[in-house]
């Protein structure tokens, strides 16, 4: 007959068995997942619609990303464009962190957002992995027009200043600039796109267009006529060298950058578990090194500048500080 | 001399191997995606593009360009065989293909849409090719106030449309207007009629609503279950392609007219494809005396949507060429095509590179000589769809559609929106509505909205700058041509309804008489039913209380009263256009309430009766479809339902339920998840 205290150190050791048995294959479950993490397919959302930057920089990624992941799994990209960023931003933010919804966001449109609207999320709650570019925002006008560079514009009145949208990211950029240099300026908005915009300066609607600094070299060499003044950036980068447009150190406006471009920050909902996060920084950063990436950009005329998610976090930061200043 | 140098170049480069190959592939393609509803064009570029990341650029070049072209025409057979426009552009194909097709002569209806389709974008061409030299100065003609007016002389189409029927035609453009302003205000940064619904951000999307208004419309009619889309039951094929072809030559004044519609229209970028196909079938119907009446099979109805649809084409290729400037939605994904393979648009295209852009156009050309030849030798067998009975390919096309709508953007919304814009649709027709004028006002009120909006900013004059440029009262002069003089010519020689109107209403898909409230005669009182012996189904089947009329008449009060009703939350810019366009649609539906309500009691046949609730069961049908897609997902939901369908709807023992299931589920997975790999 057993005793009582046998009878109860066995099933201590039983229970600590079982218990010992949950937990290493626990252990092994998360191990195991992340090991084989990923093994179906993710969903890649675009705030964007189909042409754009933000587009062909996430086609680029589902194409050439999935080479760089453990397992091989599709990459199937998505767009998502309603409420300029909004509804795509949500959508991530609302998916399970199960590492098979991903998406890029624009880190000065959905702060915009965030501002301006009632949303369930804050900009730094997503799990960004890292941005394989940025954009550049220029200011560009017409060879006719008689602003022939961005001090011209100073003391000009009412100048007509083509936007897509009135309180999008290029307005707030064109707005910090006005603030900096004292401009007098409207908007014209409303515009579908930068290629409507430069065909707007070169039948005179308006005077000067916020645009993104590819598609203003594009445009400078084309036959509508296009002059850049000056590029949200310290420097001058080397697409829009020699075209004597200014950059912000020219003007003493080094602090604009944070405002003069987006990032194309790519995340996964809040919480995704750090494992998931490595694999994915890890795969990013090989596919922006790649070579097949970078024949892509030659190719295409697009620009890989990547950020690392601290990065990110950092032009998120700085960009949060300024924005209030030059909010619409 | 080193442009024709040039071109003759490029032609021999498209007609070598591996070239020629390419562009053969791209038609095939192209038409596969053309003719199945919801793919289209964009669909077809956007996943071709990456494909080609390795090829040469001219094979690269050659595939785009016979894929637009192959698209075009693939449109047009889904839109002749059965009733649903592969693409937008080829609704008005609808109007007088398929009555065409019902008639027995779907083959010939087919070798007409081959041949105009051919050259049409011969023509479209040649255009592109002579305008070259002034391309800059023609586009920048085109200012915001132009583009306004456009998108009013296509509204004005739904006047000339609508004037048998103006009220309800009125009414369904007002409606139409204010759904297209459901959805985020990229001006105002305002989700307007969004209800809290995260879909209805995006707004309604053009593809649901007409494969909605279309197929699904036309599938609950098909349900019905007798008979087969050719009325007769069988086709006449022999000598119907040279039959289609001589239709088509014999009207040179039809095909030279509509394709310079489709490309000049084509080369204002935003001005759109829809807009141009129905410019030039109203303008058609407007100049033709031939018979029969447009909207019951004219092949004039056909040359003109098709001849302009694959003219535009060409035309819209100048400002993307040129500038940069999309002049079409295919148009701006080819852009990044071209990107891709490191030809930017500009001057730089337009000379030393020209080479290229005539590798284009002759890849279009030849691609759209190849969709004539395959339409005319496949028109015969591609005729025999509308044999096949009703009962047994009304699913087929139900679970075709709805996928088309479903790989839009993997959105069980939009497969709901398609099948409430097919009950939508089966109201609209069956109600003496107007299809036109939804569909036209949806696509065209955003733009005229977007460019009113521009218009006054860029003005120092307020509204004036709409009626300060020559080329805009230009625009202006010819709608009032279109709308006034013909109406003031019929007036004075004293013709009643107008005839425009009369075919356009005339294309119902609908076989029952429009009782809506009338009795059909003495005969009709001997059959009707004794309202105490029906049940509470039967009541609203029979309309009777009230009717089909006053409930419809009721619903679209509501609906428009709603939307004015939460239109003052808006900022001003956001609700100005839905003030001006809501107002006087609520007062014209509650004036058409009245009258309806005012009508006389109704009676309604046994056959009418028994019409309804056939369509009414196909109705419930289609929402056991979706509840099964939601439930089961898509592929096994759609297997459940063709099973069921077939079984005890279509009536077929269980061999060929299985067949007909296995068959037309095998093709729709390899079409869709095999080779189109949506």
């Known amino acids: 007959m057993k005793s009582d205290n046998s009878t109860r150190r066995e099933y201590l050791k039983a229970s600590a068995g079982v218990l010992a048995a949950g937990g290493i294959s626990g252990c092994v479950g998360i191990l195991g997942e992340s090991s084989g993490y990923p093994s179906n397919e993710i969903e890649w959302v675009i705030p964007f619609s189909q042409g754009g930057g933000f587009d062909q920089a996430s086609r680029a990624l589902a194409e050439f990303m999935p080479n760089y992941l453990p397992n091989d799994v599709n990459i199937r990209p998505k767009n998502i464009t309603a409420g300029a960023g909004l509804k795509a931003a949500t959508t991530i933010h609302r998916a399970e962190p199960d590492g098979y919804t991903l998406g890029m966001l624009a880190h000065v449109q959905t702060l915009l957002h965030q501002f301006n609207n009632d949303v369930p999320w804050e900009i730094e709650e997503f799990s960004y992995f890292g941005a394989p570019s940025s954009s550049i925002y220029t200011t560009v006008t017409g060879t006719d027009t008689p602003y022939e560079t961005v001090e011209d514009l100073r003391g000009a009145d009412g100048i007509k200043v083509g936007v897509l949208r009135p309180s999008g990211s290029l307005a707030i950029s064109f707005n910090a600039l006005a603030e900096t240099l004292d401009l007098s300026y409207e908007f014209v908005s409303g515009y579908g796109g930068t290629d409507e915009l430069y065909t707007a300066i070169a039948r005179g609607d308006v005077d000067v267009a916020q645009g993104a600094a590819i598609s203003a070299s594009d445009a400078i060499e084309g036959e509508l006529g296009i002059r850049p003044l000056v590029v949200f950036r310290r420097e001058v980068p080397s697409l829009l060298a020699d075209t004597g447009v200014a950059s912000l150190s020219d003007i003493d406006a080094g602090e604009l950058e944070a405002v003069g471009g987006e990032i194309r920050g790519c995340c996964a909902p809040p919480d995704l578990s750090d494992d998931k996060r490595e694999v994915l920084e890890e795969a990013l950063t090989e596919t922006v090194d790649s070579d097949e990436m970078k024949e892509w950009a030659e190719n295409t005329g697009n620009v890989i500048n990547p950020y690392t998610t601290d990065e990110i976090v950092e032009r998120i930061e700085s960009t949060k500080e300024l924005l209030p200043e030059y909010r619409i | ?678």
């Open chain 2, 1 to 678: 001399m080193v442009l024709v140098s040039t071109l003759f170049q490029a032609l021999l480069t498209v007609l070598s191997w591996p070239v020629v190959g390419f562009v053969i592939l791209g038609t095939l393609f192209g038409i596969l995606f053309g003719a199945i509803p919801g793919i289209g064009g964009v669909i077809a570029l956007t996943l071709l593009i990456p494909l080609t990341f390795d090829m040469n650029t001219v094979s690269a070049l050659a595939l785009f360009a016979a894929t637009m072209g192959g698209v075009a025409f693939g449109g047009s057979v889904s839109a002749i065989l059965v009733n649903t426009p592969g693409t937008p552009p080829n609704a008005a194909t609808c109007f007088d293909g398929y009555p065409l097709a019902r008639r027995g002569r779907g083959s010939e209806a087919i070798s007409i849409s081959a041949t105009a389709s051919a050259l049409g974008a011969i023509v479209g061409i040649a255009v592109f090719y002579l305008t070259i030299p002034v391309a800059r100065r023609i586009i920048l003609s085109f200012a915001p106030p132009e583009f306004f007016w456009l998108s009013l002389l296509g509204l004005a189409t739904i006047a000339i449309v609508t004037r048998g029927n103006a009220l309800k035609g009125l009414i369904s453009a007002g409606v139409g207007l204010l759904i297209s302003f459901v959805g985020f205000d990229s001006i105002t940064g305002t989700v307007r009629y969004g209800f809290g619904i995260d879909y209805l951000w995006d707004g309604v999307q053009l593809v649901p609503v007409f494969i909605g208004l279309f197929a699904i419309a036309e599938v609950i009619r098909l349900s019905t279950g007798e008979g087969t889309i050719a009325s007769r039951g069988t086709v006449s094929t022999a000598g119907s392609r040279v039959r289609g072809i001589r239709q088509v030559l014999g009207r040179p004044r039809i095909l030279l007219q509509s394709s310079l519609v489709g490309v000049l229209v084509g080369m204002v970028p935003g001005a759109g494809g829809t807009v141009s196909n129905f410019l030039s079938y109203v303008l058609a119907a407007r100049t033709s005396n031939d018979s029969p009446p447009f909207g019951e099979g004219n092949p004039s109805g056909i040359i003109a949507s098709e001849a302009s649809n694959d003219a535009k084409d060409g035309g819209s290729l100048l400002p993307t060429v040129a500038f940069g400037l999309p002049g079409s939605a295919m148009a701006a994904v080819l852009l990044a095509g071209f990107e891709l393979h490191g030809l930017n648009p500009g001057p730089e295209l337009l000379s030393s590179n020209i080479f290229y852009v005539f590798v284009l156009l002759t890849s279009l050309v030849i691609a759209n000589v190849l969709t004539s030849v395959l339409g005319l030798s496949l028109s015969p067998l591609l005729s025999k769809v509308t044999t096949v009975p009703s009962k047994l390919i009304a699913p087929a096309i139900l679970v075709v559609s709805l996928e088309g709508a479903y790989v839009l953007r993997y959105s069980l919304g939009d497969v709901f929106v398609t099948i409430l814009f097919g009950f939508l649709g089966y109201a609209i027709v069956a109600l003496d509505y107007s299809r036109i004028a939804i569909a036209l006002a949806i696509i065209l009120g955003p733009l005229a909205e977007k460019y009113l909006y521009i218009s006054l900013q860029i003005s120092d004059s307020g509204l004036g700058i709409l009626f300060e440029r020559p080329l805009s009262l230009a625009i202006v002069a010819i709608a009032i041509l279109l709308v006034v003089v013909p109406t003031a010519v019929s007036a004075r020689s004293g013709l009643g309804r107008d005839d425009v109107s009369d075919w356009l209403q005339s294309k119902t898909g609908v076989d029952e008489p429009q009782a809506t409230g009338d009795a059909d005669g003495p005969e009709a009182e001997e059959e009707t039913s004794e309202a105490g012996e029906r049940g509470y189904l039967d009541r609203i089947v029979a309309g009777e209380g009230l009717s089909f009329d006053s409930l419809f008449a009721a619903l679209v009060f509501g609906f428009v009263a709603l939307l004015l009703a939460v239109t003052p939350a808006y900022p001003a810019d956001a609700s100005r256009l839905p003030y001006l366009v809501g107002v006087p649609t609520a007062v014209m539906s509650f004036a058409l309430l009245v009258r309806t309500l005012r009508a006389e009691g109704s009676t309604v046949t046994r056959s009418v009766l028994a019409t309804r609730r056939k369509h009414l069961l196909a109705a419930v049908w289609i929402l056991v479809l979706f509840v099964l897609i939601g439930v089961a997902g898509f592929r096994l939901g759609t297997l459940l339902f063709l099973v069921a369908a077939y079984r005890l709807q279509a009536n077929q023992d269980w061999s060929r339920t299985a067949l007909l299931t296995g068959s037309v589920w095998t093709t729709t997975f390899l079409i869709f998840e095999v080779v189109l790999r949506v």
